[in-house]
């Protein structure tokens, strides 16, 4: 599944795309605290894809980003 997240400000506000290349039954966005460490964050993507979502983050809005495909995986 290919995630994508992209911002934008338009009239003085911010604007946030995803998009994904499959149906998906959710999608999920994490602040990300400035202090938090790159570890910890590569750690909460890992346990995001054990639990069946594809993740990407943006250190600029800081923010993860995940989603889950609604079609099912083949094995």
């Not at 599944?1 to 934008?8: A, G, P, T």
Request: hydrophobic share 35%; charged share 40%.
């Amino acid at each position: 599944m290919k995630l994508e997240y992209h911002s934008f400000m338009r009239d003085n506000r911010k604007l946030r795309i995803i998009r994904v290349d499959k149906p998906v039954n959710e999608v999920v966005i994490y602040d990300i605290d400035p202090k938090e460490k790159l570890e910890t964050i590569k750690e909460w993507i890992e346990n995001e894809r054990l639990n069946g979502r594809e993740c990407v983050v943006d250190f600029k809005d800081r923010v993860i980003v995940c989603a889950r495909s609604s079609v099912p995986q083949s094995p």
